[in-house]
């Protein structure tokens, strides 16, 4: 009888220093470790888990290079956990997103998938803070348009404001690391200021129809606005790279 070959790889054991950053991940996701707790010394640590001091050291760097943990020096130093941060997660998801090499298709897909569900959550939550805030930010972009001006960040804070105004903090991440490749985009192209209208025509839309609580409206809007975007980068960017192969053909 012939044999089946396996649906299962082998694994191998983790290596010593991944088991003990494990162990102490858990128990600060769990809870029982929490901001300003401070872990017992590396050596009562390395007796603990029956290891080398050097093993210990090394997952605590692995731990602090999380963002979970901060090392402090001196006679009051030690081991803290630390407050969340973040801007470590926000930065992990951005270097992911980079790393992969995203196009600005799957860029826009992701953005219209993300954005229309914030707006969801934003249209029962957000107060007038929120607004204001949102209508100090259109404002300050009008002067900057006006003045000939690029207002590329506070176009892109207007959706960091809307992620904000969602209550919710994985949001805020999210679109923060959303928002950072988008920059990435925009800033090898330059727009008209006609478009730059555009954008600021689709966020006085947007903000209208939240502070109205039309949803559907908002979400419309939204829609257009990411399309048009991801039309417009795409012509400025054809048109980009068909300048640089004439200028190429034409110097040979």
Wanted: proline share 3%.
């Amino acid at each position: 009888m012939k044999t089946q070959p396996s649906l299962f790889i082998p694994f191998k054991t983790k290596r010593a220093f991944e088991e003990i950053s494990d162990q102490i991940r858990a128990l600060i996701y769990s809870g029982i470790f929490k901001p300003g707790d401070k872990l017992p010394p590396e050596r009562e640590l390395a007796s603990q888990f029956k290891s080398g001091r050097m093993v210990v050291r090394e997952a605590l760097r692995t731990l602090e290079h999380s963002g979970l943990i901060y090392i402090k020096q001196g006679s009051l130093g030690g081991t803290f956990i630390k407050s969340a941060d973040t801007k470590v997660i926000t930065r992990s998801i951005s270097d992911m997103i980079t790393i992969g090499n995203v196009s600005l298709q799957e860029l826009t897909e992701a953005r219209l998938g993300i954005e229309m569900v914030i707006l969801e959550s934003a249209i029962t939550r957000i107060n007038n803070d929120d607004l204001g805030l949102l209508a100090k930010n259109i404002d300050f972009s009008e002067e900057q348009i006006l003045k000939g001006k690029r207002p590329l960040d506070d176009h892109l804070n207007f959706h960091l404001l809307l992620a904000k105004s969602s209550k919710n903090t994985l949001f805020e991440m999210i679109i923060e690391s959303i928002m950072t490749v988008t920059k990435s985009f925009l800033l090898t192209v330059k727009p008209d200021a006609k478009y730059l209208n555009r954008v600021l025509n689709y966020h006085k839309e947007i903000y209208k129809a939240l502070k109205e609580k039309k949803l559907n409206i908002a979400k419309e809007k939204m829609g257009e606005h990411l399309l048009d975007a991801n039309k417009k980068l795409s012509e400025l960017k054809n048109f980009k790279n068909e300048y640089k192969n004439i200028r190429f053909t034409r110097t040979q």
